[in-house]
């Protein structure tokens, strides 16, 4: 069956590892039919959330007008969204983590957004793949949270320089992760 999926990336890195891994999996999953709309989080204007809770109020999902207010709604019309990124100390970088933070106004607003796929392409330089942990896991809960469930994760450590992804197996990973969609 044809999916609807959202793909949000990010990494500042045009040519780097999480795009090879995101146009990977992209071509796979159009090759099976599915539609895929893309954002490039580093590439958009999204601020952090201002915790207002004015979310929808204006008609939009959030007052403070900005590039959040384009990807939401694909977000709500998705049957999966992937999550595409690299490890920034440890963490998630901030330019897509903003637009996590504000999907917060899907539940500030009440919208019924439960049972979407939810997937994550991810890399770092360290060869520790726990070093993934501080993505891994806030992605994983904040999908339990919205009562989304995890149709795959690509974790690849040890990849440094744009390029390096192509040394292991996670653009053939990523290009899998379509089939469980
Ligand atoms: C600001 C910044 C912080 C980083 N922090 C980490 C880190 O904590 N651990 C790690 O293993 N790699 C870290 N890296 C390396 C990236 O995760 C790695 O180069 C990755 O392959 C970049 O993916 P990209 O090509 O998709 O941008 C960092 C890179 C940058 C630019």
């Known amino acids: 069956m044809s999916k609807k999926i959202v793909v949000i990336t990010g ?3 045009k040519n780097g590892n999480s795009f090879a891994m995101t146009e990977a999996f992209i071509q796979a999953a159009e090759e099976k039919g599915h539609s895929v709309t893309r954002f490039d989080a ?3 204007n999204v601020g952090g959330c201002h915790a207002c809770e004015t979310c929808y109020k204006s008609g939009k999902a959030c007052s403070f007008d900005d590039d959040f207010n384009t990807i939401a709604p694909a977000i709500l019309e998705a049957d999966a969204v992937v999550f595409a990124m690299p490890v920034y100390w440890y963490s998630i970088p901030a ?3 903003a637009v996590i933070d504000k999907m917060f106004s899907f539940c500030v607003a009440g919208k019924n957004i439960a049972g979407k796929g939810c997937g994550l392409l991810c890399c770092c330089e360290e060869d520790d793949k726990s070093v993934m942990d501080g993505v891994r896991i806030p992605i994983e809960r904040s999908a339990a949270l919205l009562k989304w469930h ?6 690849i450590p040890g990849v440094l320089n744009a390029g390096d992804i192509e040394k292991t197996d996670g653009c053939k990973q990523a290009a899998a992760l379509a089939d469980n969609v």
């Open 42 to 44: 580093a590439a958009m």
């Open 11 to 13: 990494s500042p890195r």
């Open 150 to 155: 995890m149709v795959g994760e690509v974790l």
């Open 95 to 97: 330019q897509i983590k």
